[in-house]
């Protein structure tokens, strides 16, 4: 029986706007592919990222690209020989992941050989502002089990100890984005331990990041941007403690199951990620992130409405998403 494909782009206002050192977000511009087979909807998003050069319009035709191979049977292997790794690839690996769910009678999960996805602690993102503001944040999240910190070169120090003063409890992920350089790296490592920091992301700029190789960071150093594939872990190695896996990086969750093992064999700790995006984005990333120490899977927090029957958030407890929303029976 033949498929077809629908591909869309649909845009999610976000209830504050989401700052990081790189710029501001108001909209989580997204793609939706819906694979359609016999009576079964399988169903995926990408969120196309300009760090990267992803548009939402190139990802759209990238997905074109592979229409005829998709609604002719493809499967996952010939989707990965087809089209790069990025958003748009990680929209059709999820859908497919859940149409052959659905086609099955089963869930993602158990095709995967992972556990069903329970509850998880995951960070909720602090976004850069004053550190009045932030402070202010922090406070009303200060019994959650972990919080993840946006900072910039400018203020770092004042937001960090603003945060900290307000929320005590939470372990903390600070992320720079890129902005940092490996001097602001050695200089703030005793700031870094006198705020309990657990974990620091991507720091320096990922195509600058040599001088952070045999540096002896006392606080566990994790790429994000230095990290898309299995195909990236060897340089990272001596640089990095951590791995963020996305599977808007990866492409899809068919890289992000390999890479995961990939990193755990080698050493690495893992950190899973998202972009901010709706719950479709969050469910099959639930399924990596129950092997990982640090979970950041709020996107859709910031959403002002997000899709019916996704994942909750519960005192910083990621709930899993409704049965039948994606990759389960309903």
């Known amino acids: ?19 990081i050192s790189r710029g501001v977000k108001t909209v989580a511009d997204v793609v939706t592919v819906t694979l359609r087979q016999g009576e079964h909807v399988g169903r995926g998003e990408g969120v196309p990222y300009p760090r990267y050069g992803e548009t939402v319009e190139g990802s759209l035709a990238a997905i074109e690209s592979v229409r005829a191979l998709i609604e002719s049977g493809a499967s996952r292997e010939e989707l990965a020989a087809a089209m790069p790794a990025g958003a ?29 996805p329970q509850p998880l602690a995951s960070a909720i993102t602090i976004g850069i502002d004053t550190p009045g503001a ?32 307000a929320a005590p409890a939470p372990r903390l ?26 974990l620091l992301e991507q720091p320096v700029p990922a195509d600058d990041d040599e001088g952070l190789e045999g540096l002896g960071s006392r606080i566990p150093i994790c790429a994000d941007e230095a990290l898309h594939t299995r195909a ?8 990095y403690d951590y791995v963020n896996i996305k599977l808007d990086k990866t492409g899809g969750l068919t890289e992000a199951l390999a890479l995961a093992d990939a990193a755990l064999g080698i050493g690495f700790g893992l950190m899973v990620g998202c972009m901010v995006s709706s719950s479709l984005g969050i469910a099959p990333a639930m399924l990596v992130a129950e092997r990982a120490s640090f979970v950041d899977l709020d996107g859709p927090l910031w959403l002002a409405n997000d899709r019916e029957g996704g994942v909750r958030d519960e005192a910083g407890w990621m709930q899993p998403a409704a049965p039948g929303f994606w990759g389960t029976p309903a």
């Open 1 to 19: 029986m033949s498929r077809t494909l629908d591909a869309r782009h649909d845009g999610f206002p976000l209830s504050t706007p989401f700052r």
């Open 134 to 165: 932030m402070a202010a944040v922090a406070q009303r999240h200060a019994s959650v089990p972990l919080l993840k910190v946006k900072v910039n070169r400018e203020e770092a120090e004042a937001q960090l100890a603003a945060v900290r003063a």
């Open 232 to 239: 990236d872990l060897p340089r990272l190695r001596g640089r």
């Open 173 to 198: 992920i600070v992320d720079p984005n890129e902005s940092w350089r490996v001097e602001d790296v050695v200089r703030w490592q005793d700031l870094l331990l006198q705020y309990r920091v657990d």
């Open 88 to 116: 748009a690839r990680n929209a059709v690996d999820c859908a497919l992941w859940d149409l052959e769910a659905r086609l099955a009678g089963t869930s993602v999960a158990a095709l995967a050989c992972r556990a069903a």
